[in-house]
Every structure is written in structure tokens, then in C-alpha cells.
């Protein structure tokens, strides 16, 4: 289990690629304008733990799953940029497992969305007065740290996700059940 928020001993956290190749993918585009805005942040509060590691992705062999969900569980705010194809990225939904307070770009409109706890901000250059305003007020940190932890468990969480699509299946899903059970 992760740390309770108000022990995490890292403020704000990113960590992979925000440089690579010399195609301008909008992953690219977005990830560049967060560590120029990471870099203001860090350069107004210097007393505040920002950490933005980049490089390889975080998930590829050379980091490991695992180094990567212990930074991640230190951390009391995840940036989440946009992924390849849109703004949802597999981010916001490891941050919220951890109970991090997530900080990313509009989401798309998509029913697992509808209640996500993320801070949307409109553009990366709104990221130092938002910041701002969560790391001064520890009980908002706390708060926001729960929601994103309530989220997952009842909306993404693997349990959430089997329920939605029994849900879903509605009556089909009783047969469907039974067949699946040992004999």
C-alpha cells in the first residue's frame, strides 16, 4: 500500500519520454510544453520536491514496472500528459490505484471519465498556479488523493470493470457464469 498522502516524501512527479525522434506527435508536443512548465514551477518554488524523470518510457524494460509504481506511490501529485492518439493515458489510471492527486490534460468524453477526480487544466502553461493552490492546502491534497482512490476502486479497479460488464451483459451474463464454473 501506498503512503498516506501527507507522507509522501515527492510534491509532484513525472517519469518518461518528453523528447524522442524528430516527429512532432502531439504526445511529444504536450509532454515538452509540461517539463517547460515543470521547470518554471521548480524555478518559483524551490523548496517543493518536483521530480520529472525522462528518458525511456517508464513501463519499458530499462525502468521496469515496478521502480516506476514505487516512484509513482511517493508521489502526492501525478502529471498525467496525453497519450499517443489522445488525452487519455494509462497514467491517470496507475495514479489513482496509488491514490495520487492527478493532474492532466481535458480527458476525452468517455463513461469511465465521468467522475475521475482529475484536476483538467486547459493548457500546461495553468500548471504552476495549480500547483500552487493544491500543495498549499494539505486537507484539499487529502481529499483529492481520496477521490482519485474511490475512483478507481469503483470505476476502474479490475473488480469495477467486472462488474460493469456483467452489468452490461445483464441477463446473458447468469448462463454465461454457470458455464464457467468447475463441474
Known amino acids: 500500500d501506498p503512503l498516506p498522502i501527507e507522507q509522501r516524501p515527492v510534491d509532484v512527479s513525472f517519469w518518461g519520454e518528453t523528447a524522442s ?56 501529485v501525478a502529471l498525467t500528459p496525453r497519450g499517443n ?19 492532466s490534460e481535458p480527458l476525452p468524453s468517455r463513461w469511465y471519465f465521468r467522475n475521475c477526480p482529475a484536476i483538467q487544466i486547459p493548457d500546461w502553461s495553468a500548471l504552476g498556479d495549480v500547483l500552487s493552490g493544491l500543495l498549499n492546502d494539505s486537507s484539499r491534497l487529502k481529499q483529492l488523493s481520496l477521490l482519485s482512490r474511490q475512483w478507481w476502486d469503483s470505476t476502474i479497479s479490475e473488480a469495477a470493470i467486472a462488474r460493469f460488464i ?12 454457470a458455464s464457467l464454473l468447475p463441474l
Do not use: N
Open 85 to 103: 492518439y489522445d488525452a487519455e493515458s494509462s497514467r491517470i489510471f496507475e495514479a489513482a490505484k496509488l491514490g495520487c492527486v492527478i493532474v
Open 166 to 177: 456483467v452489468q452490461s451483459l445483464g441477463e446473458k451474463a447468469i448462463p454465461l457464469a
Open 21 to 76: 525522434g524528430w516527429t512532432p506527435r502531439a504526445k511529444l508536443v504536450s509532454r515538452k510544453r509540461m517539463a517547460a512548465a515543470v521547470a518554471a514551477v521548480q524555478a518559483a518554488r524551490p523548496h517543493d520536491r518536483l521530480e520529472l524523470r525522462s528518458g525511456s518510457s517508464a513501463t519499458s524494460e530499462k525502468v521496469g514496472y515496478d521502480a516506476y509504481t514505487q516512484f509513482l506511490a511517493k508521489s502526492k
